[in-house]
């Protein structure tokens, strides 16, 4: 299923990544695209928030990988609100491959996916062909300043392609299923 949701603002599209982490389950592997500057590091930012983690979040370009961990004091807190966020997800390993040629893949980059205690989230995953089939979700993020100068300049279309049941509804804003 393609649906598109408009954030107006970045408080919009961390509010956007949180509503779709109450949908995860772990192991998932998650493609996030864009151009530079458009948010992409953003909408980790709201994923990593939602799962309740407490690490700063910062774009892997020259090192390819951050990993985001729940630490064990951060353990009581998720418990309380079990319902409300993916129960097991410790662990995000934000890619950026940004800098890596198309045809250096590495498999390191899927080493966890299906691990339900880990969610893989890969920027610029649609210049390496072998990720396409491999996504749960695929999400790209374009700028709507550029196509209306009345709306912000933080004003985005996010696009979201995956199962019906991870993308549709997300309780955020203006969404119009394609």
Request: hydrophobic share 35%; proline share 4%; net charge negative.
């Amino acid at each position: 299923m393609k649906i598109n949701y408009t954030s107006y603002c970045p408080t919009d599209t961390r509010a956007l990544a949180r509503a779709l982490v109450t949908r995860l389950k772990g192991g998932e592997l998650i493609g996030l695209n864009g151009p530079l500057g458009i948010g992409k590091t953003e909408f980790i930012r709201g994923i990593v928030e939602g799962l309740k983690i407490n690490e700063c979040v910062s774009s892997p370009t020259y090192v390819l990988e951050h990993v985001y961990a729940r630490n064990s004091s951060d353990e009581d807190d998720v418990l309380i609100e079990k319902s409300l966020y993916s129960r097991g997800i410790h662990q995000v390993h934000h890619w950026d491959l940004y800098r890596l040629n198309p045809n250096s893949f590495s498999d390191e980059v899927l080493e966890y996916v299906g691990e339900p205690d880990h969610l893989i989230i890969v920027e610029w995953s649609e210049r390496f062909t072998y990720l396409r089939d491999l996504l749960s979700v695929n999400i790209e993020l374009e700028s709507l300043a550029d196509l209306d100068s009345d709306l912000p300049d933080d004003a985005r279309l996010i696009k979201f392609e995956g199962p019906r049941d991870l993308v549709d509804g997300l309780d955020l804003g203006e969404s119009t299923s394609l």
